[in-house]
């Protein structure tokens, strides 16, 4: 599965943007979905997932209530829109997939996401 991040950038404080993923899989709606982002100097965190048929979605307790993670299986992406954006939400951010069969508590663990996109820089000012 190859996955292709697009609409990074820089946005003020308070603006929102929308980020998409691309996946090249031919069994999209088989892969469960999440955005993974890492600021400088941090780990990488978890963002947000989406299950397999959209029927499941988390979030990070950061960014609940500001950014929504939805899919299109038709049209194999993912999308996180974010609004309300803040300074602390500049990062590289990353779609990652997983065919793996996993509870959903466990959506939010990294190692089971062996398909990485290559990043989009999301950059708010303050």
């Known amino acids: 599965v190859q996955l292709a991040e697009s609409g990074g950038g820089l946005v003020q404080t308070g603006g929102s943007l929308r980020l998409s993923c691309a996946a090249s899989a031919r069994t999209f709606s088989t892969y469960v979905m999440d955005w993974f982002r890492q600021a400088p100097g941090k780990e990488r965190e978890f963002v947000a997932g989406?299950?397999?048929?959209?029927?499941?979605?988390e979030y990070a307790d950061s960014v609940k209530g500001r950014f929504t993670i939805s899919r299109d299986n038709a049209r194999n992406t993912v999308t996180l829109q974010m609004n309300s954006l803040k300074a602390e939400d500049t990062a590289v951010y990353y779609c990652?997939?997983?065919?793996?069969?996993?509870?959903?508590?466990?959506?939010?663990?990294?190692?089971?996401?062996?398909?990485w996109g290559q990043g989009a820089q999301v950059t708010v000012s303050s």
């Open positions: 989406i299950w397999r048929n959209g029927g499941y979605t």
């Open positions: 990652a997939a997983s065919d793996s069969i996993f509870p959903y508590g466990r959506i939010r663990d990294s190692s089971l996401y062996p398909y």
